[in-house]
């Protein structure tokens, strides 16, 4: 029965990365881990499944850099996954894994080694094709938000656009809500109690009808934690073809993190953002980050070609402008002593663009531009190896020297980093349109 709900490659993953039962005693891999031993995988040209056999282990210990005591712990789960699947299979729970043909392409090109091993969902597969628009925002939302929320889902309805977003109290919820209630598609992306979500009358029905997908990357009954909503942001955004934020608290949050973290991509999700009037101020300032307005009238009929034309707009207006750091970093002194951070950074040019012919003449000046690009906003350590996929000792050296030259700022309690220079993004500008949007039924 198992085997016929699971792949054998899914199986593998799942007994690699998977929680289930009550059997703690080895922490399943971890996504920098797991990305580490698919490497070795395709270097080697084997499947995950090949793990399933004991004469592969030892090879994928020593070529992952994975204990193998480990590795033979967690592949050794079989009995305890086979209970849990049971159960996820009785409550219409599905899993695949990113080497199973439905995982979603959007995952693998958009986030890459950071698309998550596993999803769990319920509902029809196809949705996994994703597109649509990503709405956002803070739980606590006040009344103008939660309109704009309903008003924006019943312009996606309208126009057959799905609606993706996270399933939270407050934005979350409202323009899922909305959306169904109009006929509209809606993909959940939820970073708690997937099981409990999905038998809910509400969502039976309309899991039942085709329009509501629900999935997460987690353990379908795992309990809320601020890390596993952070991590289902990206998700969010890397499923959708847009992204709105309706309401985002400045520097903090969820929402705030999520955006800005997607605004940093190189290939970025266009993100809109509501304006004008008693908006959070963390709204203003995501344009700083290159997010656009939304427009203030919307074409109804056409809300998909608008959005086409404002992102395309936006993009032909936004010029480049790129730091010359090989070249800071050969011509900066070596201090003396510890200096000022402050005093450092000023002597810094970052408005030349960088020259094509600048080569770097060494791995730190290789990686520094990509340091620098991933610490925008202030990060940990943590967040920051498994975002670069590198050792927590390796970058720590590069931190280091990366501090002593005044690129980056390390704050404490906690302990996070922050580059000193800014990319910048031009703002963008809205399009107006002939009619208003359409008002939300209360």
């Not at 990305?35 to 592969?56: C, G, M, N």
């Not at 649509?132 to 939302?141: D, P």
């Not at 938000?145 to 977003?165: D, R, T, Y």
């Not at 002597?347 to 990686?367: C, M, R, W």
């Amino acid at each position: 029965m198992m085997n016929d709900f699971l792949t054998e490659d899914t199986k593998a993953i799942i007994l690699l990365c998977g929680v289930f039962g009550k059997n703690r005693s080895e922490k399943p891999l971890s996504l920098t881990e797991y990305s580490a031993l698919v490497t070795w995988l395709i270097e080697v040209k084997k499947r995950p499944r090949d793990l399933l056999q004991q004469e592969y282990v030892t090879e994928a210990s020593l070529g992952a850099g994975i204990n193998r005591q480990r590795l033979e712990s967690l592949l050794g789960r079989g009995v305890q996954l086979g209970f849990a699947v049971e159960e996820w299979q009785r409550n219409g729970i599905w899993i695949v894994s990113r080497s199973d043909r439905d995982y979603p392409d959007r995952y693998k090109k958009h986030l890459q080694h950071q698309a998550p091993p596993l999803l769990f969902g319920a509902g029809d597969r196809s949705l996994l094709n994703g597109g649509g628009l990503g709405i956002v925002g803070s739980r606590n939302v006040d009344g103008d938000g939660e309109l704009f929320a309903c008003q924006a889902a019943e312009l996606c309805a309208h126009n057959k656009m799905p609606v993706i977003s996270g399933g939270a109290r407050g934005v979350d919820r409202i323009a899922m809500t909305a959306s169904l209630e109009s006929g509209g598609i809606v993909i959940g992306i939820v970073a708690e109690k997937l099981l409990q979500k999905s038998v809910e009358r509400s969502a039976r029905e309309a899991i039942a009808d085709g329009r509501l997908l629900l999935m997460s990357p987690y353990h379908p009954k795992a309990s809320f934690s601020v890390g596993t909503a952070m991590g289902r942001n990206k998700l969010i955004y890397a499923m959708a073809d847009y992204g709105l934020v309706v309401s985002a608290d400045y520097k903090k949050g969820g929402t705030w993190a999520g955006a800005t973290e997607e605004l940093k991509r190189r290939d970025s999700r266009p993100i809109f953002v509501r304006t004008r009037n008693n908006v959070p101020l963390g709204n203003n300032k995501l344009l700083d980050f290159g997010a656009i307005p939304w427009p203030h009238n919307v074409e109804k009929e056409t809300l998909q070609q608008q959005l086409i034309e404002i992102s395309k707009s936006i993009q032909s207006q936004q010029t480049t402008q790129q730091l010359v750091l090989f070249d800071t970093v050969n011509n900066i002194e070596e201090p003396k002593k510890k200096t000022k951070i402050e005093n450092t950074f000023d002597s810094i040019d970052n408005s030349a663009p960088l020259s094509k012919d600048t080569k770097p003449t060494t791995i730190f000046e290789a990686v520094l531009p990509v340091i620098i690009d991933n610490t925008q906003m202030p990060i940990s350590r943590d967040e920051l190896a498994e975002q670069l996929d590198v050792g927590k000792s390796q970058l720590n050296k590069w931190l280091k020297k990366a501090i002593e030259a005044g690129f980056i700022k390390k704050y404490s309690r906690p302990v996070r980093f922050e580059s000193l220079i800014k990319i910048p993004v031009q703002q963008g500008t809205a399009l107006n349109g002939n009619s208003s949007i359409v008002h939300c039924r209360r």
